[in-house]
C-alpha cells in the first residue's frame, strides 16, 4: 500500500511561479518512476512531468522549458518547480508512482492561473 500527498497548489497571476511537493509512503521500492499528470475540466489527464529514481526526466511538450521536475530518492519524494504559468496551466495535478508491483495516485491539488 502506497500514500501520495500533494501540497503546494493554489492561486497564482499568469508569468508567476509554484512549486509542488509529493511524499509517498509505504511499500515503495528503489526503482521506480514518479511523475506529474493534470487533468483541465472537460480534458483528458495528462503527463506533465515524469522522474526515474536513476534520474531520467521527461517533460510534457506544453512545460518544457517552464518547468522543472525534481525529487529526493531518500525521502520518497517528487517536486515540480513551474515558473512562467500560463492560464492554461490550470487544472487538478496529480502525483504518480509508478513500481513493479503497481501504480499509485494522489488526491490531487488545484493550480489555477488567472488575473
Known amino acids: 500500500q502506497v500514500q501520495l500527498v500533494e501540497s503546494g497548489g493554489g492561486l497564482v497571476q499568469p508569468g508567476g511561479s509554484l512549486r509542488l511537493s509529493c511524499a509517498a509512503s509505504?511499500?515503495?521500492?528503489?526503482?521506480?518512476?514518479m511523475a506529474w499528470y493534470r487533468q483541465a475540466p472537460g480534458k483528458q489527464r495528462e503527463l506533465v512531468a515524469s522522474m526515474t529514481s536513476g534520474g531520467i526526466r521527461n517533460y510534457g511538450d506544453s512545460v518544457k522549458g517552464r518547468f522543472t521536475i525534481s525529487r529526493d530518492n531518500a525521502q520518497n519524494a517528487v517536486y515540480l518547480q513551474m515558473n512562467s504559468l500560463k492560464p492554461e496551466d490550470t487544472a487538478v495535478y496529480y502525483c504518480y508512482l509508478g513500481q513493479l508491483r503497481g501504480t499509485s495516485w494522489g488526491q490531487g491539488t488545484q493550480v489555477t492561473v488567472s488575473s
Open positions: 509505504g511499500s515503495i521500492s528503489s526503482f521506480n518512476t
